[in-house]
C-alpha cells in the first residue's frame, strides 16, 4: 500500500508536468474513499505552492479544472465523486 498523504500523491502527479495525471490522481483517490474535503484541502495546498512559485495562468487553470470536477462544477459525465 502507498504509505504516500493525499497531498503527497497530488503533488507528485503535478510534477509529472502532465496536466492529466493530476486529474487521474484525484479520480483514484476519490475512488479509494477519500473525502472531498481532503482532496479540496490538497488541491488548494497545490494551488498556494504553484502560485508561490509564479504559476502561469494555464498551471492555475490546470488546478481549478481539476475542482471543478470534484465540486461538480461540469458535465455530470466529469463528475468526481468523493
Do not use: F, Y
Not at 18 to 40: C, K, T, Y
Not at 60 to 78: K, S
Amino acid at each position: 500500500m502507498d504509505m504516500m498523504t493525499i497531498q503527497e500523491r497530488i503533488q507528485a502527479a503535478w510534477d509529472t508536468g502532465d496536466p492529466l495525471a493530476l486529474h487521474r490522481e484525484v479520480e483514484r483517490l476519490a475512488a479509494e474513499g477519500h473525502s472531498q474535503q481532503a482532496l479540496e484541502d490538497a488541491l488548494e495546498a497545490l494551488l498556494l505552492t504553484v502560485r508561490k512559485a509564479g504559476a502561469s495562468d494555464a498551471s492555475e487553470e490546470t488546478i481549478n479544472g481539476v475542482w471543478d470536477r470534484l465540486t461538480g462544477w461540469c458535465h455530470a459525465a466529469r463528475h468526481i465523486e468523493a
